[in-house]
């Protein structure tokens, strides 16, 4: 395969992006970086154009069910990219992440039961368990070191204390931490005690770096109840498309979802959403290996800009996702004052940490899955107006 060029920029302006064409509305102007919505700014893979571009030929766009294709290329894929091996009758097609989460709560615990959630986190974690009438449950993690880590004494003293279900982000966003078989065993301990259920995003877990490598908590363990939403989504940025999938080893909790699903008459059998996302598991390894390499770098060049320019924004380490976590403290502005900074002065578009939950005062989240030209000239423009603030203040003084 030939090399990609992910410093081509792509205009998506005009085509219904939330993440360009939301700007005015939800920052007051429409020429912020966006570096907020948890998509790329580059272009999907060749062959998922491509497989849209032959199903879009064909003009009738009626009702679809899964092929028998759908099912290997993702069985495959896993195989292949994690060493684990997943049955075809495990996996539950879904129309995306966040509706597994609902569909999962309301199908295995019952109102007012306790779900666990480990702020900061992504923050649809808390509405699907205060919109399913569940009683949310903080597990806080431990920033120590510059890295996040677990607290699994307060994890086990909730479970011991009644809590149904364990809301897992793996690999953590935004924290950008890959949990280790270490880490893992210990959550399972706890589960396995306690008979909890943990529900394991891992929606980022192709998107690790070199160095780490991301362990399925389900292929740990035979014998806790592990459910774990997975997609071709962020890998190949396809999101837009709506499909995800729930690999349910017990039988009973999948028809148990299932019938959630089956109540909402939703579906993702979309006949572009099923083409793509063969498309990307079957022949998507080359680009994921290109974009992961191409975002290293780009993160190291993040890492070292603010380092030597602005070593007030600590950086903090990534070991996966797209979504730097930047650890703001330092600049000595309240929340509200540091959305403004970004926005106002510097033109910057990042998502603040508050939004994230407990812990994610005075961060922000910035996504770097764009053309290394746009993130460095963001990262000028932070430089330049914490310069002027700088300046300002400075004047005032004398």
Request: glycine share 4%.
């Amino acid at each position: 395969m030939t090399k990609i060029d992910f410093d081509q920029p792509i205009d998506r302006s005009g085509t219904n992006s939330l993440k360009y064409d939301a700007r005015q509305r939800l920052f007051g102007r429409d020429d912020a970086i966006p570096l907020w919505v948890a998509d790329m700014d580059f272009a999907a893979p060749d062959a998922v154009t491509k497989a849209l571009v032959d199903r879009a030929q064909h003009p009738v766009y009626g009702y679809s069910e899964y092929p028998a294709a759908l099912y290997e290329a993702t069985r495959l894929w896993f195989l292949r990219r994690h060493n684990w091996s997943i049955e075809a009758d495990n996996i539950l097609i879904c129309p995306g992440v966040v509706p597994s989460l609902h569909a999962t709560i309301m199908a295995l615990t019952e109102k007012q039961d306790q779900v666990i959630v480990q702020p900061p986190v992504y923050f649809p974690f808390f509405s699907a368990v205060k919109e399913t009438h569940r009683e949310l449950v903080l597990n806080p993690l431990i920033l120590l070191d510059d890295q996040y880590q677990i607290n699994f004494e307060q994890l086990a003293t909730q479970a011991a204390e009644g809590a149904k279900m364990l809301l897992l982000c793996s690999p953590h966003n935004p924290g950008g931490r890959v949990w280790t078989e270490t880490e893992l065993q210990q959550l399972l301990d706890i589960a396995r005690q306690y008979q909890l259920i943990i529900v394991s995003d891992e929606i980022h877990a192709d998107l690790v770096f070199t160095g780490h490598k991301h362990i399925p908590l389900a292929s740990l363990t035979n014998d806790v109840p592990v459910i774990t939403a997975v997609s071709a989504s962020k890998t190949f940025n396809i999101a837009g498309l709506g499909m995800s999938m729930l690999i349910v080893s017990n039988p009973q909790h999948k028809q148990a979802i299932e019938e959630v699903f089956n109540s909402w008459h939703v579906s993702a059998a979309n006949p572009f959403s099923i083409e793509a996302t063969i498309a990307a598991y079957q022949n998507g390894d080359e680009w994921l290996d290109q974009v992961l390499a191409y975002l290293q770098r780009t993160y190291e060049w993040v890492q070292q800009f603010f380092a030597e320019h602005l070593p007030k924004i600590r950086v903090l380490p990534l070991q996966s996702t797209y979504l730097i976590w930047l650890d703001c403290h330092a600049l000595q502005l309240n929340d509200s004052q540091l959305r403004a900074f970004f926005v106002q002065q510097a033109g910057v578009a990042m998502n603040p940490g508050l939004m994230f939950g407990e812990g994610g005062s005075g961060f922000m989240r910035m996504n770097i899955a764009a053309p290394r030209t746009v993130i460095q000239q963001a990262c000028q423009h932070i430089v330049a107006a914490w310069q002027k603030v700088v300046i300002a203040e400075s004047t005032e003084q004398n």
